[in-house]
T-cell receptor
């Protein structure tokens, strides 16, 4: 079965640079979620989109922005990167929101030097 | 504040023995409850969830979880552990906040199954 696709899988950036992470949900899934998992930590919710509209917002820094496009893929844009942004970024998708099971992608590992 | 607690950093069990990974939550209302498993350098894999109905939920790979509303617990169980079950297990809740959207995760419990 098709899974959530994330690209790139690994990314190395310098401080103050920008990064764009992409997420392609499972076909027919209309809801996308972004999570950040720091080293040895649990995943923290950043933001979610349902039918291309922001549906919920968590602890996402103002330096980050995200959107969902007409084909339901989503991009997380990160600017003025800081060392503390180094983490594993997960995207998940679900068919509709409302407690539907979230299926996670393999993650993008971001290292900020 | 809404939170999920997994009181054990690590659980050790011998292969063939039953296992339990504990989870309690502090969330108002009637949240949805989930268990996910994470293998090294992999994403989170869904195991099972509780929304309503029977307190015992059966999921993937022989895992099950028991919901206890009075104790606000959702412990993960398996009757007979396999070495391949060794991984990091996360309990998560989805509170109602204009809908059930985000997941709040516990800190994770590392399960080690020894031959």
């Amino acid at each position: 079965a098709a899974g959530v696709i994330q690209s790139p899988r690994h990314l190395i950036k310098e401080k103050r640079e920008t990064a764009t992470l992409k997420c392609y949900p499972i076909p027919r899934h209309d809801t996308v979620y972004w999570y950040q998992q720091g080293p040895g930590q649990d995943p923290q919710f950043l933001i979610s989109f349902y039918e291309k509209m922001q549906s919920d917002k968590g602890s996402i820094p103002d330096r980050f922005s995200a959107q969902q496009f007409s084909d339901y893929h989503s991009e997380l844009n990160m600017s003025s990167l800081e060392l503390g942004d180094s983490a594993l970024y997960f995207c998940a998708s679900s068919l509709d929101q409302g407690g539907k099971t979230q299926y996670f992608g393999p993650g993008t590992r971001l290292l900020v030097l | 504040a809404q939170s999920v607690a997994q009181p054990e950093d690590q659980v050790n069990v011998a292969e063939g023995n039953p296992l339990t990974v504990k989870c309690t939550y502090s969330v108002s209302g009637n949240p949805y409850l989930f268990w996910y498993v994470q293998y090294p350098n992999r994403g989170l894999q869904f195991l099972l969830k509780y929304i309503t109905g029977d307190n015992l939920v059966k999921g993937s790979y022989g895992f099950e979880a028991e919901f206890n509303k009075s104790q606000t617990s959702f412990h993960l169980k398996k009757p007979s552990a396999l070495v391949s079950d060794s991984a990091l297990y996360f309990c998560a809740v989805s509170p109602f906040s204009g809908g059930y959207n985000k997941l709040i995760f516990g800190a994770g419990t590392r399960l080690a199954v020894h031959p």
